[in-house]
């Protein structure tokens, strides 16, 4: 069964705002867990991971949140854009083999 | 340096017909995976190849296989189509096995009448 699932389903948000993405899992041993960002009409694009030993690990304008006492993910987008509009999902990797997908959020900037 | 390839893009077969779908990975990557996505069940995991050896496999039936070639091409094949193969089917490559860093696809979408 699937593993890793997000809270909301679909978030909207005014520009120049911050997101947080919200994702919790159930493995308590997976070690490894990656953000993706899907565009209408693409695949998945790489945002950020974090490894089981981090708390928290910084991009350009995103941040990831790791909480292994809750189990819990979250990633933040900093001043979100128009062109931050997608669907956004977590994955785990179980002793780093397949990736489980969470079932993703919709995310949709105002204007 | 070029990203993944998938060909066809769209696909339209009827039920019971096969098809077969393709992958080029991003030059030096040596691992593909392929993966499932549908409005209801979201991203599953279908099966890893790497080396030219399947390395993983995910909950799918028989229908589906895949094989790598030496050249780190891979190829997907589904028999007998059903209704609920309809679905966009994304190849992923990454430098090694295992979930690190995987860079997708644009994805196949397959359609089944």
């Known amino acids: 069964g699937e593993s890793v699932g997000l809270h909301l389903p679909t978030l909207s948000v005014q520009e120049g705002d911050n997101s947080i993405i919200n994702c919790a899992y159930s493995n308590s041993a997976s070690d490894y867990f990656i953000w993706y960002k899907q565009e209408s009409g693409k695949g998945p694009q790489f945002i950020i991971d974090?490894?089981?030993?981090?708390d928290k690990r910084q991009g350009q304008r995103v941040t990831v949140l790791l909480n292994k006492t809750v189990k819990h993910l979250s990633l933040q987008i900093a001043a979100t854009q128009p062109g931050d509009s997608a669907v956004y999902f977590c994955?785990?990797?179980?002793?780093?083999?397949?990736?489980?997908f969470g079932a993703g959020t919709t995310v949709t900037v105002r204007a | 340096k070029a990203g993944v390839t998938q060909t066809p893009r769209y696909l339209i077969k009827t039920r019971g017909q096969q098809v077969t779908l393709s992958c080029s990975p991003i030059s030096g990557h040596r691992s593909v995976s392929w993966y499932q996505q549908t409005p209801g069940q979201g991203l599953q995991f279908l099966f890893e190849?790497?080396?030219?050896?399947?390395?993983n496999k995910g909950n799918f039936p028989g229908r589906f296989s895949g094989r790598q070639f030496s050249n780190s091409r891979s190829e997907m094949n589904v028999s007998t189509l059903e209704l609920g193969d309809s679905a966009l089917y994304l190849c992923?490559?990454?430098?090694?096995?295992?979930?690190?860093?995987?860079?997708f696809g644009p994805g196949t979408r397959l359609t089944v009448l």
């Open positions: 992923a490559s990454s430098l090694a096995p295992g979930g690190n860093e995987q860079f």
């Open positions: 994955a785990e990797t179980l002793n780093d083999y397949k990736l489980s």
């Open positions: 974090i490894r089981s030993n981090m």
């Open positions: 190849y790497f080396s030219e050896t399947q390395r």
